[in-house]
Structure formats: structure tokens, C-alpha cells
């Protein structure tokens, strides 16, 4: 695949289609491969495409597409859900942009690798379904299935919602249990959820790192920059503060959140952040009928739409927000 | 720093009986910022206001906090006082401490507590208060009254009376609503078409008055005094301007099988009609789901008859634009439907009539040309029962929580008028309560009873069994004698209960008019301000806010107008200053402002802006049009990024109230 990806990029770059390709490059180790802009085919040889390409894209496009000629993207199928959304909300030059729509079947999560491997991790293979680790200490094959990041467990798409062109065949939307841990917390009793979040939200460093990476956080100044905001904060100085970041953020991207589970995996106190935002998913579901921020580039979410047919907001937890 | 001023009212006792108001007044002497703090029995009075004015000359206050009822009632009150005492009227702040506080709470401590709280949020937010400063916007001097019935056509006349142009739009193709289909109105028993038909004349000829029959209104946009309305005016393939109205053609047609709705059925009317002889406008109108020449191109018989030649096939629904000051609701009532009522076997026998249904059995100019007839058979009935409350005061989900109102009085009329009519006649009546408040109404009743013979029972009919020989066995219990009753009926009568017209909650979201849980439009003040809507420039006439009979209407009808010409007499309306406004540095153009706006406010323009670096960009930015904007705030509360704020509300302010309470 990522022979075919250079190829197509490097095509596309020679005949001026696009001027530069936005796609991942290696790190220093196999698995810290990062987001990378490549401007010639010469650069082209540090490009990759593996089992750790899980960062999503389509928010570099928000500046990108704004410069000067046209970029190359390639986006997962699930990238290509905030690509869309991203466009909803004007935030995309589209004509910026030339995506290509690559084929995923689910990224590898470095920490449960090395959770089953061991330490020293010199070399990952992929072997069918399996993967060979090299570590200093010996080798171990390990099963795909058993090392894929949690997300990826539980897929909502292989299908590509918005692409130019397309390098193998595209998937279906695809049944997915995604919503069962919210469920499980929604069991709990309020106490126990509350303490549930207090551990974990209390683990929070406020590094911002969930909220650089989130494809919904793309405002021109975030309020937890701004000093006029009332919530702007370098760091978190009450032991709530972490909390009521982490809730502000989810009420920011309220309908707007494609579930991309961007923000969990980059976390580097392992919160499961997805968990709000999901929650938010499922009771717009319930409350408004299924609704997927991103699906479709000129729908708009429930809650941040109005329509003449709103039902008042004091019955919508009676009877649904569907009339 | 502000200097604020703390006035606490006592409301009489509304507020003093359950709040502490002097100390109130004392502890909000200590917030920061407060020079003066007083309590007085009545605020709103003219002595109470004057405290303010003295207070504000004497203290220089910059800020003023009233803690007293709620801002729907007093605001504006003491926003003019301030005013006239030279301080900007949006630095003054509403404590509410009477709904919110006196009045839902019963210990003096706990609602003393909380007055307090209420008070300091609302320093905290005098302190973030600035000047502002209100526009100005022209009124056009043009009424729309939606609904042709009795309401609207009182309305409308009235309107016209003072000078001011009226457009009626009206859904059927005549004006008239129900009061058209009623034989006789309670208590004077004269005959309705008399009354009413004379009105529906007078709009038709009255020159400031225009009427658009067999229309509907499409959309809504603007705002009190500037409203643009668009109404589809249904093709009904004649043209008005020729047609005379002869109804050569409603005779000839030969499509004769078509349900008669002015009748409720009982006939048949042909595809091309005029509902009634006396419609207004007397134009026909072809029933496309009918007309074979619409269906399937073959006839043309009307077009041939037609001496006007004013049948058009081809012809379309027309878009009207209009721009309107003042917009009256006048949409009226309809019977609900019996069907989930079957033990009253509506739905089983064709001689179990809803009293409407009876209206047209009795009128004559109806399908019996007056005379009583079983609509089964053609006979003569000698035993009819009525039965009260089907539908209305009904606990459970089937029927509706309120009473009608007019069922009483109208089945009273229905059984004096058969009894009068047809001595050999037994009429009963079973009811729950005889509810007659009006004038001469109990008298009217009583009349029914002990002139007229009527038997009135008190007690609920079970079931109505069709037999085999055409009666209908009524079952029921006699709850003062406290025995089941069995009665052999010819017809049983159904005072079914009333409910607004199912246009009515579309209609209140295009006006951003508010509804109670019944779809009935909820009025500004129940008690001080019943014909207006709280969406402003909205009024409200007849039905549409809830039961009445026809003098009542009439007299909400003339009120709605009176609001409506005060509104129009007015050259220029003063805009509320506290729209949104956007900080275009922080905005992302992402559109979710607009897409949540109710009335279309926003917009959005490509900005060149200056960037770092020497660079410019050109971005994407929102731009909120103040005379359109109502502030309501959504767009605040949908913008990721704080750009959008509200002027007199901003998110500073609203945290700092809500820093204040959590304090």
C-alpha cells in the first residue's frame, strides 16, 4: 500500500495536480510516526504507511488548504468524516484540496504492543493478521486483533465519505458496539460515575494535547486562550479545573464530534475522553434520531441547527426531539 | 466602579410576607459598588419610583438593582424612571425575587437567603452593565389578520374602521369559519347567517379591506412593524376578476359525487362549487382531487358554460408578497375527531351526530332544509339523547384537559329549539356539570328545563348500542338517583370537545409565537394583557387562545384590533439594543450562528483582514443585522469560540451572575 501511495503522490505532484502531499513520516523508533508535509518526490522517500498512521489528517487542512496551490491528502475512512465536517463548517478551502481515500482496516496501539511484548522494541513486521516484534530481549508474534487501538475495536466505518479519488475498494458503514462503555456508565449511580470521572479526569495534565489534535477544535482563538472567556488557563489551578475543561470541551463539540477518538489516543495520561463526546452522540441519537456529524457534507447537527418543526426544549427529554 | 443603588420591594405582602426585605436590603448594602440601599412597600408605585429618581440625582448612581417582580411585568417601568432621572435605562438590573423566590418559597429564612443571592447576581452584573442605546425602526402601516371567521372578519373590519389597511388570508374559499355553519347562536336563539353574513359583506365592499380566500400563509420573516409575509394563494382554476358568480357551472357539473365539507357530508356537492349561497367571495372554485377535467383532461363542461370564460385550467398557485406592521391570529377551532370515542358508536351509526353535525341537520339551509330528519333513514326522531363533555374535561390522554366552554349553552339551545319545534320529542340530556356563567346564560338554561321539558340527568352515557331495528340503545347511569338507565334513542347528539385548528402550531413557529401544551397560543399576561401575544406585533382573536362562544369572541376580536391600530398609529417603534454582535478577530465562519438563528439575522461576508507578519487573509465572518435580530441568544451559545455576544446579556455578564449565586 504505501508503494502504491508514494506512487499515486508522486504522480500527482509531477503533473501539478497538487503542489505539495500531506501524509506521515517515520520517527526516531518504527512506531512514532508522525503527520508530514512533502513538497518534492525526492521527499517522498521518507513517506510511510503502516499499522501506526492514526492521526488524522483532514485538521491540517484547515491552514493547508488556504496556501497557495493544491495539497494532497490522503485520509482512513474515519479522517474522512472530520474532513467533511470541517467543510460544513466552512473551515476547508475545498478546491485547496485533492483527497485521496486510502483503505484501513484498523491502527495498532504502541502501548498494548509493548504491554504484551516487552520492552526494547526494535522492529514490528506485519505478517498477515499477526505481527512480529523484535525486541532487544527476543522476538514474539503477537495477533493484530489482540494490539488495535480501542477505536479501531470498534470501527463505525470503512466506507469514505468524501474523496477525489480512491486507491483500492471502498468499505461499508459498518454495525458497530462503539456505544456499550457508554452504557456501562450510564448504569452506574451518580456517585459512582462521578467518581469514576474524578479519577480519571484528575489524571489530566492540561498539556492540550486532546484539544490540538481534535479535527471539532479549530477556532481562530479557543476560549481557553482567550482572557476575555472566564475559562482561559495555562494550567489547572483547583483540583475541579481539569474537570470542568474536559466538560467545556465536550459541550464545544457537542454534534460537531465525529467520535474520530483522536482525543484518547493521543492523551498521554491514557483519560478516555471519547467517552464524553460518545455520550453526547448516543443521546442525540436518542433524542433526535441517528445522527453522524460528517456523513454528509450539507447536513447539520441537531443541536446546532434550527427548524421550524423544533420541538420546545422542556419536552424533548418526554417525548424526543424528532417532531 | 459603578455607584449602584439596591431598591427592594415589598410587593405589599406578595414579597414581605415570606422575604426578610430589610435585611435584604442591608446585607446587599455590603456588596461592592452599592452607595444606597432601601426597601419600600410598592417600587413600581409613583412614590416608590421617585425614591429612585431622588436616589440616582442624589448618589450619582451609575447602576441600579430593583429586587422585585419579575422584568415581564415592571422592567420597562423602571427603565422609563431611570431614564427620566437622566441615567441610561439599560444600566438598570431586575432582581427577581417575587415568581422566583417570595412566591415558591414558604420559610422566611430560606427566602431571605436566596433574595439576597438573586440581588447579588444582579450587581455583578450592573457592574459589567454599559449604556445603550436603542434604534429605531418604521412601522408599515398594514394589518394581516390570519383567519376569515367571525374573529378575523371583527378584527378586520375594526382595523379598517381606523384607517389602516387589512389583508385577511383565509384557508377555505369563502370567509365565515364555523359561525357560517351554525343554524342559531344562545342566549337571543336569532339565526347566525343573519348576523354574520352582513359582516362578510361589509369586508368584502370595504376598500381598505382585502380579502384572500383560499389561501394560506407560507412563511413568516421580519419582525414587529417590518413583517414580510409570503401567502400561497391556491389555484382554484377560476379567475376571480371574470368569474360573476352566477353558479351555472355548480349546477352542471357532472362530477356530483363529491362530500359536501360545508355540510359535513350529509350531501354532495359537485367538483366545481361555492360552499355556501351567501360565500364571500361568491367566486366558484374547481376541487382538483375531483375535477375529471384536471385528472384526466377530458370534460370541460364548466369552461363551455362559462359566459365570463373565467375557467382556467392552467392555472397556478400564486406567491403574494406582502410587508405587514402587525399580524393577528385569528385560526380558530375545530370539533375533535370522535373515532377513539367508540363506545358513543359514532363511527357505527349515521344517527350519531357530533352537534355540529346537528347545526346543518337543523339549518335551513342545510341538507334537510331545516326540518329534523334521522339522517339513517329520513324519519322523524322522537327520542334524541345528548351526551356533554365528550372529549373535554377528559383526565386521560384520549381527550383534553380543559372544558369547551360553549357545549353547554349550544346543547341547552339544540333541545329548547327541538322541543319548540317538535313537541312529540323527548329530549335528554346527560351531562357532568351545566356550566352557564354568562349573561342570561343560567337563565337561558333554566328555561330549556323547566319551560321546555328538557330532562337533564347528571351522570355519563356508557355505551350506545345500534339495533337491528334502527334504534340506538343508550345505556347510562343517573348519578343523583343513583340507578343505570337504558333509553331507546332515535339520535344521539355529541357535544364533542373543541380543539385550535391544526394550522395553528405551524403557524406559531413561523410567527416565533409561543403555545400552550393544547396548541391554544399562549397570551402575553393572562389577566393584563390577554389579546397580545409575547412575540411583539403578534395579537391574538377568538378560538385560537382558547374556548369562547361568539360574544366573547367578538368582544377579543375588537380588543386585538384596538392593540393592532395602537401599534400602526405609530410612525416609528424603538428597537431593543440588546442584539448580538460579533468580534470578527475570534470568528471562524463556521456558520453554526446562522444555522441556529430563528429569524435570519445573520449573514456572512469575506472580510480582508491583517495578519501577522505584514500578510493579509481574507476570512470568512459573520455579520448580525441588528434591526432583525430579537436577542434571543442562541448564536451565543452555539459559537465554539465566544465571537458571538449579546448586548445587555453578554457571557461575561451571565458568568458573573452565576459566579454571584455560586459564591
Known sequence: MQEVMIKKAAELLENGTVNRVMGWKAGEFIYDVTPAVFETAEELKDFVYGDFCAPNLSKYMVAESKKDGKILVFLKPCDTYSFNELLCEHRINRDGVYVVGIPCDGKTDIEKIKALAGPGIIDIKREGDNLKVQTAYGSSELSRDDVKLDRCLVCKSHKHVAYDELIGEDGEIRESKRFDEVERLEHMTPEERFSFWRGELSKCIRCNACRNVCPACTCEKCVFDNPASGVENKAASTSFEENMFHIIRAFHVAGRCTDCGECSRVCPQHIPLHLLNRKFIKDINELYGEYQAGADPESRSPVVDFTKNDAEPGIIYERGGNE | MQKIGVFVCHCGTNIAATVDVQKVAQTLKNEPGVVFSTDYQYMCSESGQDIIKNAIAEYKLTGVVICSCSPRMHEATFRRAAEKAGLNPYMVEIANIREQCSWIHKEMQTATEKAVILGRAAIAKVHLNAPLTAGESPVTKRALVIGGGIAGI??????????????????????????????????????????????????????????????????????????????????????????????????????????????????????????????????????????????????????????????????????????????????????????????????????????????????????????????????????????????????????????????????????????????????????????????????????????????????????????????????????????????????????????????????????????????????????????????????????????????????????????????????????????????????????????????????????????????????????????????????????????????????????????????
Open chain 2, 154 to 663: 371583527q378584527t378586520a373590519l375594526d382595523i379598517a374602521d381606523a384607517g389602516f389597511n387589512v389583508d385577511i388570508v383565509e384557508k377555505k374559499p369563502t370567509i365565515g369559519g364555523k359561525m357560517a355553519q351554525i343554524d342559531k347562536t344562545f342566549p337571543t336563539l336569532d339565526c347566525a347567517a343573519c348576523i354574520l353574513t352582513p359582516k362578510m359583506v361589509d369586508c368584502a365592499q370595504n376598500d381598505k379591506i382585502n380579502i384572500y380566500a383560499y389561501s394560506e400563509v407560507e412563511d413568516i420573516s421580519g419582525f414587529v412593524g417590518n413583517f414580510s409575509v409570503k401567502i400561497r394563494k391556491k389555484a382554484r382554476y377560476v379567475d376571480e376578476t371574470k368569474c360573476t358568480g352566477c353558479g351555472l357551472c355548480t349546477e352542471k357539473c357532472p362530477q356530483k359525487n363529491v362530500p359536501n365539507e360545508f355540510n359535513l357530508g350529509f350531501d354532495n356537492r359537485r367538483a366545481i362549487y361555492i360552499p355556501f349561497a351567501q360565500a364571500v367571495p361568491k367566486k366558484a372554485t374547481i376541487d382538483p382531487d375531483y375535477c375529471t377535467m384536471l385528472k384526466t383532461g377530458k370534460c370541460g363542461v364548466c369552461s363551455k358554460l362559462c359566459t365570463a370564460g373565467a375557467i382556467d385550467y392552467k392555472q397556478k398557485d400564486q406567491i403574494i408578497e406582502e410587508k405587514y406592521g402587525a399580524i393577528i391570529v385569528a385560526t380558530g377551532f375545530e370539533p375533535i375527531k370522535v373515532d377513539k370515542y367508540d363506545e358513543f358508536a359514532y363511527s357505527q351509526s349515521k344517527d350519531v351526530v357530533t352537534s355540529l353535525e346537528l347545526e346543518r341537520l337543523m339549518n335551513a339551509a342545510g341538507p334537510t332544509k331545516g326540518t329534523l330528519l334521522r339522517p339513517s333513514d329520513g324519519t322523524h326522531p322522537h327520542t334524541i339523547v345528548f351526551v356533554q363533555c365528550v372529549g373535554s374535561r377528559c383526565e386521560d390522554e384520549k381527550g383534553k384537559p380543559y372544558c369547551s366552554k360553549v357545549c353547554c349553552m349550544y346543547t341547552a339551545k339544540h333541545a329548547m329549539l327541538i322541543r319548540e319545534k317538535y313537541p312529540d320529542t323527548e329530549v335528554y340530556v346527560f351531562y357532568i356539570d351545566v356550566r352557564t356563567p354568562g349573561k342570561n346564560f343560567d337563565e337561558f338554561y333554566r328555561r330549556a328545563v323547566e319551560q321546555y321539558g328538557v330532562h337533564y340527568i347528571k351522570g355519563m352515557v356508557g355505551k350506545v348500542m345500534p339495533r337491528a331495528d334502527g334504534k340506538l340503545e343508550v345505556r347510562a347511569s343517573d348519578l343523583l338517583l343513583g340507578k343505570q338507565l337504558h333509553i331507546d334513542a332515535d339520535m344521539v347528539v355529541l357535544a364533542v370537545a373543541i380543539e385550535p385548528d391544526k394550522t395553528a402550531r405551524p403557524l406559531a413557529t413561523m410567527l416565533t409565537a409561543s403555545m400552550d401544551t393544547n396548541d391554544f397560543f399562549t397570551e402575553a399576561h393572562p389577566k393584563l394583557r390577554p389579546v397580545e401575544s409575547p412575540t411583539a406585533g403578534i395579537f391574538l382573536s377568538g378560538m385560537c387562545q382558547g374556548p369562547k362562544d361568539i360574544p366573547e369572541t367578538v368582544a377579543q376580536a375588537s380588543a386585538a384590533a384596538a392593540k393592532a391600530i395602537g401599534l400602526l398609529c405609530k410612525d416609528k417603534l424603538t428597537c431593543n439594543p440588546c442584539v448580538a454582535h460579533s468580534d470578527e478577530m475570534m470568528c471562524n465562519g463556521c456558520s453554526l450562528c446562522a444555522n441556529v438563528c430563528p429569524y435570519g439575522a445573520i449573514t456572512y461576508v469575506d472580510k480582508e483582514f491583517r495578519m501577522p507578519n505584514r500578510t493579509t487573509a481574507i476570512r470568512r465572518v459573520s455579520s448580525v443585522n441588528p434591526a432583525v435580530c430579537q436577542g434571543c441568544g442562541a448564536c451565543t451559545v452555539a459559537c465554539p469560540s465566544g465571537a458571538m455576544d449579546l448586548s445587555g446579556f453578554s457571557n461575561r455578564q451571565i458568568m458573573s451572575e452565576v459566579d454571584a449565586i455560586c459564591k
